[in-house]
């Protein structure tokens, strides 16, 4: 007999964390519209006033001079891309400003943006020479949380592969509408934050995960639909979820009401906004309660079991679509959460899902298919990889060379790095 109270405590703890530490990552611009601001110091940390920082388009020039705190704020006139630059001529002597450099690119879409602009003792030629290693730390660090977001979803997409060996093309369709639905919550409904983000998970997990699998794969599997046939349906519900979010909710990409703009925390000489802090602390609780539900709990043991063999599950008692009734639930909720931590990062986009199912694909295949540790193992050796590449790559290429490192890995390692190696014919 399954424990609801089990699953209800989990749920319970995942929220009560996302509430609590999404409240700490608070931290908003007084810009109410598209904008910048900021501050700038020396190295010491001491302000630097009368700094000249330029926000500028084809259409639009805005300047403006730190005050006295150091501390800038540029309103744009209208949402679009523009560059931002610091005239280094105003910069007391002997400084200038550290990488990524005085000049910057950026997009408003809703709201404002906070900028950090760090400087350093030396000339603009020295900044060129900066040297790579400085630059690891920090890489290392941001495919850590970039990792941890794909292993929320790639966790529940190794889930369902494991219990139904459905390989799910939709899958990252999950994020995008559990993104979404926060998004329509918070922006559209008007509820903050603390309140949207539990309540998308908890209608994510029904509506993206139990009520799919209810009214689409179970009677699929109930007709006898082959894997094969069941793949391309996936493919095809990827496609019309994808379109319905584009034609629902528009091609421009959306931010949250709350925690679109924050400064970042330099620890340990690296850089980290509070919300990637506080959003990584709840994946790794997440990561760490699911592990732990399935090594120890009733069903999951049943959902262990149902992976290993599902006919001999069933010949021993174990209600087999109940399990798989769970997976897909859990994998609801997973990538909901996945979702809006990208969106609250970054920003909710109707393409998001798609971005990010080839590297889920990767990470699960990466670590093992269908193992409990796989998709964990996986994400966080690819993101790192990802991030890493830069170093000698163009950034648009990071993502490739992470799917060839997979590759090469594959080649010597086919079952991936948890799995276990299995006979064929």
Avoid: C
């Avoid at 602009?117 to 030396?122: I, P």
């Avoid at 908890?202 to 139990?210: C, H, K, Y």
């Avoid at 639909?225 to 034609?247: C, P, Q």
């Amino acid at each position: 007999m399954i424990r609801v109270f089990q699953i209800r405590r989990i749920l319970k703890s995942v929220l009560l964390s996302t509430i609590f530490a999404i409240y700490i990552g608070s931290g908003a611009s007084a810009l109410d519209g598209p904008g910048i601001s900021g501050k700038i110091s020396d190295p010491d940390g001491k302000p630097l006033a009368g700094v000249a920082i330029t926000l500028a388009n084809n259409e639009n020039t805005i300047q403006g001079l730190t005050d006295a705190t150091g501390a800038f704020e540029l309103a744009a006139p209208s949402a679009g891309k523009y560059t931002v630059s610091i005239d280094v001529a105003t910069l007391p002597a002997g400084l200038t400003i550290a990488e990524p450099g005085p000049e910057r690119e950026i997009t408003f879409v809703q709201g404002p943006k906070v900028l950090i602009f760090k400087t350093q003792v030396g000339t603009s030629a020295d900044q060129v020479a900066v040297k790579r290693d400085s630059k690891i730390p920090q890489l290392v660090v941001d495919g850590l949380l970039f990792g941890l977001t794909i292993a929320l979803g790639a966790m529940g997409l190794n889930l369902i592969f494991g219990t139904t060996g459905l390989t799910n093309f939709s899958h990252g369709e999950l994020l995008t509408y559990g993104a979404f639905t926060a998004w329509t919550l918070n922006y559209l409904v008007g509820l903050n934050m603390l309140i949207a983000v539990p309540l998308s998970l908890v209608i994510s997990a029904f509506l993206w995960g139990w009520a799919q699998n209810r009214y689409l794969w179970k009677p699929l599997r109930r007709r006898g639909t082959g894997l094969m046939a069941m793949m391309i349906v996936s493919i095809g519900l990827a496609l019309t979820l994808r379109y319905s979010a584009l034609a629902i909710f528009g091609g421009s990409p959306r931010n949250y009401n709350q925690y679109a703009a924050q400064a970042g925390l330099d620890i340990f000489g690296v850089a980290i906004t509070p919300k990637a802090l506080i959003m990584a602390i709840i994946a790794i609780i997440t990561l760490a309660i699911v592990l732990f539900w399935l090594k120890n709990s009733k069903i999951g043991k049943a959902t262990r079991a149902v992976r290993d063999n599902p006919d001999l599950a069933s010949a021993t008692g174990i209600n087999v679509e109940k399990v798989i009734s769970y997976v897909w639930t859990l994998g609801g909720f997973l990538a909901a959460l996945a979702g809006i931590t990208v969106g609250i990062n970054q920003d909710v986009s109707w393409r998001m899902g798609q971005i990010l199912l080839l590297i889920m694909f990767a990470s699960v295949t990466l670590g093992g298919l269908g193992t409990i540790y796989g998709a964990l193992v996986g994400a966080i050796t690819i993101g790192v990889l990802i991030q890493l590449s830069t170093l000698v790559l163009p950034t648009e290429l990071k993502t490739v060379s992470a799917l060839f490192v997979m590759i090469a890995i594959l080649l010597f390692r086919p079952q991936g790095i948890l799995g276990k190696r299995e006979r064929v014919g």
